[in-house]
Each structure stands twice: as C-alpha cells, then as structure tokens.
C-alpha cells in the first residue's frame, strides 16, 4: 500500500534532519546509532534543528546586511512554534522537530529558552556568573531536557521518570555546552569576538584557570553519570557513549597547556571513539567514572 502523502511529507522530513546531522557532527552520529528506534530519530529531529539555529547564528553569508542574522532567527523561533501547535511546517527540518515535540511532550518553555541563548549569542560579547548560567541553561541545558522527554516517551509513567531524570540531563548538558567551551576559546574569541566563561580572558588562559574549568565540568559529568545509568535502555548506551567521549575530552584538555588550548581545538581520536564505545557497550551503559576534582 502506498503511504498516505501526508505521511511521506513526515518521511522527507525526518531525513532532512538526518543530513543535517550527518553532514555537521560525526560524534553525534557514532553515538546516536546506540538509540534504538524511534528514540533515534527525535533525537535526531532535536539536533538537526540546534543545529540550524546555531548556523544561522554562526554561520553568515558573506554578503548579509546587518540585522539579517536576527531577522533569520526570529523567523525560524515563529516557525518552530507555530508548527508545535499546528503539527506541520513548509521548513522540513522544522516539520521534523515539531512531529518530535509533539508527540514525545516537548513543550515551548524548553524551546523559547534555547532561541533566547541563540540571540544572546547576536547581543552579547561577554558574560557574567548570571548570564553564563542563563546561556548554559537555554543553550545546552533545554537541549538535554528535550531529548529526556523522547528518551521516557514510552515508559510506563513518563512524567515522573522525566522529573526523576531532569537534574542529571542538566548537568550533562551543561558539561557539554563548556567543554565545547573550552575547545573552542580562542576561535570563538577571534572569529565570533564572544568570551562565555566569566572572568576568563581566553588571550590569558592559565593553567590553574583551566583546571577550575576542568574541575566544574568534571563535576557535571560525575552528577550525570550518577543518572545515566538508570535511562531506558533505549537511550543508555547513547548517552553513555557521549557521557565518555566527553569524559575523555576533559581528560585530554587537563593535559593540555593552556597556552596551546587557544590555538589548537583538542579532539578525540577516531579509533579512541571506537574503543571508548566498545567500552560502552561491554559495560553495558555504565558510564566511566569520572572525579570531579584532580
């Protein structure tokens, strides 16, 4: 039987989000293939629209007029909430999303959080304590709270297993969002002109700052990793596998000078990633541990 056109609209969607993910984020790919279905492809359908708010954040076309960057942003935040309520978008990778948050409980208070931090991005060069944690939460934070709500779609009682999650999807978020941070010092700072850690001058980067930095996010990932292992097992290797990866980031970072983190964006090796999976798998999503303090 032929599918309905409206369900081959959804079908075309979802690989839209699927292009989108695999042409930008090779470690989101290698870990998503962990997440047995459906859980992949809304946390698929998540991604894939971060990630064009963050290209049209980041990205400019060489020749836009001032103001256009907003302008875009703004338009994409109207789509992405108007297809929440109506189901449906001329934006596939809107459509997408929206199937997704409709259907796993995803509601506006995460997503108009996240466009917030996006404009912030437009608005702001710099952050104090307050407005770091504000940009973490709507950036990264909602992200993982978002995937939480497709994570515990088809449990028995999802809400209260979203309530029992929420605070470790926060923390591991939140580790995400400043390693990337961290990686990324001083390409944001030279090419974007944004400085996000408070009081840091990314020009001037000590050691012993960087270890503060490193102590933080290894104390998200040990918070997280305390709830990781009690997600469904539909979403447990995943999010384990990336729990690692970003625990052998940190690692990797530590032993970085700090002089040369801004010049050089720390990586995990290909057949390091493949080995760290491994790991996860014979573990049986039982995150590495991590100390919160070295």
Do not use: W
Request: proline share 6%; glycine share 4%; hydrophobic share 45%.
């Amino acid at each position: 039987m032929r599918p309905a056109p409206h369900e081959t609209y959804d079908d075309v969607a979802d690989a839209s989000a699927a292009l989108v993910i695999g042409a930008y984020s090779s470690s989101f790919g290698l870990a998503s293939r962990l997440l047995a279905e459906p859980v992949r492809h809304h946390v698929r359908n998540v991604y894939a629209l971060v990630r064009v708010a963050d290209e049209v954040v980041d990205a400019p076309r060489p020749d836009a007029a001032a103001g256009q960057q907003a302008e875009a942003l703004a338009t994409l935040e109207e789509e992405t909430l108007s297809a929440m309520r109506t189901g449906q978008s001329s934006n596939l990778v809107v459509h997408a999303f929206a199937r997704t948050a409709r259907r796993c409980g995803v509601e506006p208070e995460l997503v108009v959080p996240f466009f917030a931090s996006m404009r912030t991005d437009l608005e702001r060069r710099e952050h104090d304590a307050a407005s770091f944690a504000e940009y973490v939460y709507g950036s990264s934070e909602v992200v993982g709270l978002m995937c939480l709500r497709a994570f515990v779609v088809e449990e028995p009682d999802p809400a209260s297993r979203y309530d029992e999650l929420a605070p470790g999807a926060r923390r591991l978020g939140a580790a995400f969002q400043k390693v990337n941070f961290l990686r990324d010092l001083g390409e944001d700072h030279d090419t974007l002109g944004r400085s996000y850690f408070p009081g840091i001058d990314p020009r001037r980067l000590t050691d012993a700052e960087r270890d503060v930095l490193l102590d933080d996010i290894d104390a998200d990932l040990a918070a997280a990793a305390a709830v990781v292992r009690r997600l469904p097992r539909s979403s447990r290797l995943a999010v384990c596998a990336a729990h690692d990866l970003f625990a052998d980031l940190s690692t990797r970072l530590r032993a970085t000078p700090a002089a040369v983190l801004r010049e050089t964006r720390v990586r995990v090796p290909h057949p390091v990633k493949a080995r760290l999976v491994a790991a996860v798998l014979v573990r049986g999503g039982r995150p590495r541990v991590v100390s919160a303090a070295r």
